[in-house]
């Protein structure tokens, strides 16, 4: 098939376009910096030049997607330190708008836009597709913006529109979990008790979710948690990477308050002046709030099967972050 990739040059999009690549479809893709998508092009990817941030021109989209049978939008505006509100409303909202619109104007069968389980905020038990949204800062209610956007538009337009709400992405490549990695090889007290749930998703079972998400006819229209098959609390996941490692788990817990209120801080000084804060509010919730999810729709109606268990998945990371000199 002929399918289009944003964010390419990320670590989700560049995982993905080079597992679709594999499969012999031909890909097209946005990319922000076309110098850093050298390795693609070479691959054979025709690159568009765009930023999110000023959509890029509209007929040069449009010529982009010209005959693309699917369009798996992946770029997002993360987290930056001091990026203006504006910003993550005109990637993750708007944005999203203009390419279902595009897309459903160049005759496109199908976007699939990859949003977050964010949506959801901390949650109590294990949460579906249908639990209640609770966004909790900017680049999640930003998320939860651009599919409401993106289904509005399915309606008017007549485009089918999958969206995918994945939980914690890692594996090689990503250095999101790094701090984590890194206070455990330290030995580094945890934060917290250490009892809420944390749900992972292995960067291959993701992007095997993705493709299912554009691939599946029972797919259109839908909306889907995508995540590993294993759900650990916290303290579990500090002693399985500690295993894996070879080291011994940290054995002492530290209270959050504090922790917190430094990080408050930190953003409040750092924030205004364009300086990453060295701590954040967001990364100590990461000690305080409960992500566990189901995915039995994925699982029932596409097929969903995560492959990668919880340790090999660790594994393979840790041995990444080793091999390029991050531990």
């Known amino acids: 098939m002929r399918v289009f990739v944003t964010g390419a040059t990320g670590f989700t999009g560049g995982h993905l376009t080079r597992a679709l690549l594999s499969r012999g479809h031909q890909v097209r893709a946005l990319v ?7 390795d693609l092009v070479e691959r054979g990817v025709q690159l568009t030049a765009g930023d999110l941030r000023h959509m890029p021109d509209t007929t040069a989209l449009a010529q982009a997607l010209a005959d693309v049978d699917i369009v798996y939008h ?3 505006m993360y987290r930056e330190a001091g990026a203006p509100r504006e910003v993550y409303r005109a990637v993750n909202a708007a944005a999203v708008g203009r390419i279902v619109e595009v897309a459903a104007q160049a005759g496109v069968r199908r976007v699939v836009h990859c949003s977050t389980v964010g949506v959801h905020g901390d949650v109590e038990g294990s949460a579906g597709e249908d639990a209640p949204f ?5 680049y999640q209610t930003t998320k939860l913006e651009g599919e409401g956007i ?22 090689p490549g990503d250095r999101r979990l790094l701090k984590l990695f890194r206070a455990v090889l330290r030995g580094f007290p945890t934060l917290g008790r250490g009892e809420i749930y944390y749900h992972l998703t292995y960067i291959d079972d993701l992007v095997e979710g993705l493709q299912l998400c554009g691939e599946h006819p029972g797919a259109a229209n839908r909306t889907y948690i995508l995540a590993g098959g294993e759900v650990t609390t916290l303290n579990e996941l500090v002693a399985l990477i500690a295993d894996v490692a070879g080291v011994r788990p940290p054995r002492f817990h530290l209270p959050v308050w504090p922790f917190w209120a430094a990080a408050a801080l930190c953003e409040a000084v750092c924030i205004p002046l364009g300086i990453e804060p060295l701590l954040y509010r967001r990364r100590v919730d990461f000690y305080t709030k409960s992500r566990a999810f189901d995915i039995t729709r994925a699982r029932a109606e596409l097929g969903y099967a995560p492959r990668v268990g919880l340790r090999d998945g660790i594994k ?12």
């Open 32 to 38: 922000r910096e076309p110098a850093r998508a050298r």
């Open 74 to 76: 992946i770029a997002a």
């Open 316 to 327: 393979r990371t840790l041995d990444w972050y080793r091999e390029h000199g991050w531990l």
């Open 150 to 171: 993106a289904r509005r538009l399915a309606d008017q337009l007549g485009i089918e529109v999958t969206i995918a709400r994945p939980t914690g992405i890692y594996g």
């Open 134 to 138: 609770k966004p909790a800062d900017i």
